[in-house]
């Protein structure tokens, strides 16, 4: 398997490979983001007599999920990684072109070079579960757009009549979602308890829950720290030698809806959670700022529901894992 390796670049309506023989050689092609383009990549793989490979592709959202599931289906082994993985190895190369293609077969390298962990698909209920919260997420845009627009100066009569439906529209289909997001949860029993083990956790409701249940899906983690990187809740320090004395901030390169998702959690967790409340304390006690507090607690929160998924437990302050 390790003398084919393809490198995937996802984009919206497409997709570009580049498969890496064992001789070194490449061989690149495009298809449509589509179930037609991903029988045609198989039937192009057959053709390059390609039975088994490595295929390795960039975790960037929903595009390239279900790609990924149909190589993992075809019997192919396949690793999805960070971006900035890809990043920094195409900075090591010192690349400056940059184009589909190119980043194609730059993560065809990465792949043959760094050999990253295989991939393992989310369950179909899971799969399920962030497509609604995604469209939730739309929702919720959709309807921020039309009250922006709703309080625009000088719009007539009728134009604001037609916003006001659309918004009452847009309002009753996230009622229904959320109802049907519920109902989701309570019809598959281990998406269930997964849930009320978070709900355990105050600050924690139910929205946080399904939010955090969706996102932290797409890719498997060992530890604490790997997940709270993905969400870009890592500290990034900026200090070289005896000049640099930068300010360090939150990497903030990963899963934005994870963030977004702790942030008000966050806020809760301190007035409600004693374990994070004692935690902000001993923060405010050391100077910190107040942004840096609410970072520090969504980061530790995210602790928190790992540990509490990884040993199916409810939260007790009393009790402290070892979940880094």
Request: glycine share 8%; net charge positive.
């Amino acid at each position: 398997m390790a003398g084919n390796i393809l490198g995937v670049d996802v984009s919206k309506r497409k997709f570009d490979v580049a498969l890496l023989r064992a001789d070194g050689k490449h061989r690149a092609h495009a298809f449509p983001n589509s179930e037609a383009g991903f029988g045609q990549l198989a039937q192009w793989l057959r053709g390059m007599g390609v039975e088994q490979m490595h295929a390795c592709l960039e975790s960037t959202g929903s595009y390239g999920l279900a790609l990924a599931s149909f190589l993992h289906d075809q019997g192919h082994l396949v690793s999805v990684v960070n971006p900035a993985c890809i990043k920094a190895f195409a900075d090591s190369e010192l690349r400056r072109a940059k184009t589909d293609r190119v980043d194609a077969k730059v993560i065809a390298r990465f792949c043959a070079a760094m050999h990253p962990a295989p991939w393992q698909p989310p369950a179909a209920e899971l799969r399920e579960l962030q497509a609604l919260m995604r469209r939730v997420e739309s929702l919720q845009q959709m309807i921020q757009q039309e009250r922006n627009r709703l309080e625009a100066p000088g719009i007539s009569a009728a134009v604001r009549a037609s916003l006001e439906r659309t918004l009452e529209l847009l309002q009753e289909e996230l009622v229904r979602l959320r109802r049907q997001i519920g109902d989701h949860l309570d019809q598959h029993p281990e998406l269930k308890r997964r849930r009320d083990l978070l709900r355990s956790i105050p600050g924690i409701g139910e929205t946080t829950a399904a939010w955090l249940l969706s996102e932290m899906s797409a890719i498997q983690f060992g530890r604490a720290r790997q997940l709270a990187a993905y969400a870009g809740l890592v500290p990034s320090p900026r200090e070289s030698g005896s000049s640099v004395r930068g300010r360090g901030r939150l990497s903030k390169r990963g899963n934005l809806r994870l963030r977004r998702a702790l942030y008000w959690p966050a806020i809760v967790a301190m007035q409600h959670n004693p374990t994070l409340r004692a935690f902000a304390h001993r923060l405010r006690l050391a100077g910190k700022p107040t942004m840096v507090i609410i970072a520090a607690l969504m980061r530790k929160l995210l602790h928190i529901a790992f540990g509490v998924l990884k040993h199916g437990r409810p939260f007790d302050p009393n009790y402290h894992p070892t979940t880094t």
